[in-house]
């Protein structure tokens, strides 16, 4: 599987029509520069069209202006630069923003202290003052008092007020960035973690490394390719969404599932036995395989869709390629015993049931 590059996902919001009507512009551009219509020249030129990415728009522009070819290369570049990056640069100015919050509030606090020490020296000299002082005077150099204590209490309640602002801007930025990286994580097609997550969920179970209770499953579906020769790649997404559902519906809190690759997904097990880590892939497997999944466009009836897999138990002096290669090996086998079924890497074996 080509390595997962894309940190954050670029986000559309348009609505189904302009999304058409940026199609129907499109790919005349394509043409013009006989690109290919593939996913990253047609990301080029839908978002060139759309016309809300300004420095991709400038930079095609350009070329145009100069009569340079956009070729297949550029596309690539720009995809990189102007999209990918783009994504990332978000990322950045939220943390920009941050560091401008804090060194506003920092200068806020600084401004208030000014006018307390200010304050303080006033009514240091006033209280000197009323030493000296007739009763007469005294009412006056009072109500000097009275007006520099108004003064900070002005000055403590527009600090508070502010900070309040300042907390709440750094809650909403919280957010983003905890949206930011959960997106980073998160497959778009299945909600499951994707494969740069779990390679580092993977490292941190060798790290626990807990010698029998901690397993890992591979699961893949059988004769996917079938399903979307015959249904279409939406209705072969459909079973990729379900086959994700199917495995959250039994995945006890706190273990991991993850896209491990196209159609292949794989589990992370913490604290389990053989036997239970069995059972759970055993569920899983009948469940999906009991299931009658619809077609997408005209809920015509699929024919049973199964899985298989293959699931190793972390050994002393394990590292990630020898247990994943022994969970590889174990699933090669359920494919090779003839799929639908689970397969250890000790070789016990759940036969299929259904
Ligand atoms: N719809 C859809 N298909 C995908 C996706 N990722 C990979 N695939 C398809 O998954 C299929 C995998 O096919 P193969 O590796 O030949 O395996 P298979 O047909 O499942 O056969 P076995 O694994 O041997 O049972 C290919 O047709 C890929 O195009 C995806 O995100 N969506």
Known sequence: MAEDRISFIPRYH????????????????LSKHRLPVNPVNYAIGYDYVAGNNRPLREAIDRLQQTRQPLTPELCIRFYKEYILDEAARRFEKVGDSLQHLVSDTLSEVEKTETQASHSATTLERQAALLQQQEPAQIAEILQTVIQETRNLAAAGSELRSNLQATNQEIHQLRAELEMMKEAAFTDALTGLLNRRAFDMKIQQL?????????????????????INDRYGHLTGDKVLRFTAQVIRQHLPPDQIAARYGGE???ILLYGFDRMRALHLAEQIRETLAKSRLKRRDNE???????????????????TIDSLIERADQAL???????????????????????
Request: glycine fraction near 8%.
């Open 14 to 29: 348009e609505t189904p029509d302009q999304a058409a009507e940026y199609l129907r512009l499109a790919l005349p551009l």
């Open 206 to 226: 060798l790290a626990d490394a807990q010698v029998g209770t901690s397993f890992l499953l591979l699961l893949d579906l059988d004769h996917f390719k079938k």
């Open 264 to 266: 292949e997904m794989a």
């Open 300 to 318: 015509e009836p699929i024919g049973q869709v199964t899985l298989s897999i293959g699931l190793a138990g972390l050994e002393e002096n394990d």
């Open 332 to 354: 090669y086998e359920a494919k090779r015993q003839g799929r639908n079924r689970v397969i250890d890497d000790r070789g016990l074996l759940r036969h299929k049931s259904t």
